[in-house]
């Protein structure tokens, strides 16, 4: 079971960052819009989504962590690009779920953030040490650092 969920978790990371990397030649700057990062965002939360579900599915199967090293590095390397997909100018983009606290209280945002960079790290250390306690002490505090950023930062669902 770990085996399929770590390949579909892999497979997330990987296009995860895939949808991060820069898409024009190293001789040219990046032009981005803001639309695109926004969609950036949006589209690398929702395979975190998948890959802490399928985490937390195999999280007590009877295998090794390390199985799940690729995907929680993926989400850790996310963790550390997130905060350059909440450029001022994304704010107000239609479509976007962040909500204006996102820029007007930077230093509370700066850190949800920190904290999901923290909880990424050491979940994906607790992955390559192969140890079940850390990790899922750590798939834990990711989750609640997950929870925690879009009760303050992102609009609640409509309907």
Partial sequence: ????????GSA???????????????????????GDLVAARQGGMAM???????????????????????????LARFAQALPTLFAPETAGIEGTEALPAVWQDEEAFAARIADYQAATAALADA?????????????ASTKAACQACHDAFRAKPQG
Avoid at 127 to 139: G, H, I, K, V
């Fill in 127 to 139: 992955a390559r040490s192969d140890n079940r306690e850390a990790f899922n002490t750590a798939l």
């Fill in 48 to 74: 975190s989504v998948f890959t802490l579900a399928r985490l937390s599915a195999a999280a007590n199967a009877d295998a090794p962590r390390t199985q799940a090293a690729l995907p929680t590095k993926g």
């Fill in 12 to 34: 997330c990371a990987a296009l995860m960052a895939a949808a991060m990397a820069p898409q024009s030649r190293a001789s040219e700057p990046a032009n981005v819009s803001p």
């Fill in 1 to 8: 079971m770990l085996g399929k969920a770590v390949f579909l």
